[in-house]
């Protein structure tokens, strides 16, 4: 996107009140993936950086590096790699442009593999952020160093039980979603485990990588009708592919840092014409939107299940994913395609999306609780 409109979006979000923090959730360099270079890259990533500073002064900004920072794209290197092949030009060069609110502890693990923590000053708030970068099926090191490259899950579970014994609340940022297509299924399956065993520190993850408006939710192994935990998809500023610029404004209860409520605001680019400056508005509320009474993992759930059978709940649906963009149609196919990966975490468990399948197959014409009913039943019965 043209800088012009980073600045806007900049100067957008300086106006909101009461912004305690701002979560940069990754993917600041181009998409033109053959154009990329280790100095365009870092030209980049400065450049941005210096915007944010310049338009949000004193406001903490936490930041995780994206799969399109690195050189060539979506190549991380385990730690111990050295010379013209290792990753750890990018972790350094980062973190001196984006560590500006970040205590130096956050600063040791960043340059061994992208990944910190720190316990945000005077409240019981822990944040997470983790390189689900390194991963990624195309991240070609995996051929040699399979195994928890960089020794991050082992990290985050000893981090997490920390947070746990000091009765801490865990927000976790990450670039690439859970069950995404991207990452290996090895990863998928320890992640999931991780989260659900600290699903009572865990209050919320947050995530890029898609560019779309959406989320993802994590049941419980061995009560698969139990929805245990959340990750939310921001969106992006970048109208790559087929989507609106946009950035959402999440609603923090400071007790328990559970998500109350989130705003999304954009503008529709194809509006834009010549010499034209954004205008960014509020796009919607998300429990307003869909009917929602809390943010909890049950209710989202509740939300998928209604957005089965109810097609102008789904339409909205659909319209907020692409952020107001016309420029997408659906199908039952790809309907069930959204609501499966919204149930999804683990692409080799496919327990709910099989039972969404199920349900909306049915010939018979049923009432919208009686779906929901028969979806519940179908999960218990498969315990």
Request: proline share 3%; net charge neutral; aromatic share 14%.
């Amino acid at each position: 996107m043209p800088l012009d409109v980073v600045r806007s979006a900049l100067e957008s979000i300086r106006k909101q009140k009461n912004i305690s923090m701002v979560y940069m959730t990754g993917d600041l360099v181009s998409h033109a993936i053959w154009e990329t270079s280790k100095k365009k890259n870092l030209k980049v990533i400065n450049l941005v950086a210096d915007l944010f500073r310049e338009y949000l002064g004193d406001i903490p900004v936490i930041p995780i590096i994206g799969n399109h920072e690195t050189h060539p794209v979506n190549v991380f290197a385990p730690y111990f790699i050295q010379g013209p092949t290792s990753t750890n030009w990018l972790y350094k060069e980062f973190i001196d442009s984006w560590g500006w609110s970040l205590p130096e502890s956050a600063r040791q693990t960043f340059l061994k593999g992208g990944y910190y923590s720190f316990v945000v000053k005077d409240t019981n708030l822990r944040i997470i952020v983790l390189n689900s970068n390194i991963y990624q099926k195309l991240n070609w090191w995996n051929v040699l160093y399979p195994i928890d490259m960089n020794d991050q899950l082992k990290w985050f579970t000893t981090t997490l039980m920390e947070a746990e014994q000091n009765e801490e609340k865990v927000h976790i940022l990450s670039h690439i979603p859970p069950g995404s297509e991207d990452t290996m299924q090895v990863y998928q399956r320890e992640y999931r485990k991780i989260v659900e065993r600290f699903e009572h520190t865990i209050t919320a993850e947050f995530n890029g990588h898609t560019h779309y408006e959406d989320f993802t939710l994590f049941y419980d192994k061995n009560n698969s009708s139990q929805a245990v935990g959340a990750a939310y998809n921001g969106g992006s500023i970048t109208s790559y592919y087929n989507v609106n610029p946009n950035y959402r404004v999440y609603k923090v209860d400071k007790g328990t840092w559970e998500l109350n409520d989130f705003d999304s605001y954009g503008f529709n680019i194809s509006l834009i014409q010549d010499d034209m400056s954004p205008e960014w508005n509020k796009l919607y509320s998300f429990k307003e939107q869909y009917g929602l009474k809390s943010m909890r993992p049950e209710e989202l759930n509740n939300l998928v299940i209604r957005m089965m059978d109810d097609s102008a709940l789904f339409d909205k649906y659909f319209y907020n994913f692409f952020k107001g963009s016309n420029r997408e149609q659906y199908d039952s196919k790809r309907k069930m395609k959204i609501l499966c990966d919204i149930m999804t975490s683990e692409m080799a468990d496919l327990t709910h999306c099989n039972q969404l399948k199920k349900v909306t197959s049915t010939k018979r014409r049923r009432s919208l609780t009686s779906i929901g009913e028969e979806f519940t039943k179908g999960l218990k019965r498969k315990r």
